[in-house]
């Protein structure tokens, strides 16, 4: 999907993670279930890695991408309020 650039490979044609890979595959675990996607996990991950710290046309992007990441968390989290109702009401049925 070209979000973790190919590494080393061993000569069996594994690949070998250095502990950038492993922080930048951490992150994309963190962006996946709030619903980015891959061109907004690209983006993101591109500014995170900017070596200059970022513009402040980047740091609008990573405000926004915060915004929404709040947005999808709070909408989570309900979801998981109603799921927590629905369970207690079925265990009260038994």
Do not use: C, W
Not at 27 to 36: A, D, E, T
Not at 66 to 83: D, I, S
């Amino acid at each position: 999907m070209g979000l973790l650039p190919a590494s080393a490979r061993t000569d069996g044609g594994f690949r070998v993670y250095s502990e950038k890979d492993f922080e930048r595959l951490t992150v994309i675990k963190q962006m996946k279930p709030l619903g980015f996607s891959l061109e907004e996990m690209a983006e993101i991950l591109g500014i995170l890695s900017s070596s200059d710290g970022g513009s402040d046309e980047e740091a609008g992007r990573l405000a926004e991408f915060l915004e929404k990441a709040v947005h999808q968390r709070a909408k989570m989290a309900r979801n998981l309020a109603q799921a927590d109702d629905f369970i207690q009401r079925l265990g009260g049925q038994a």
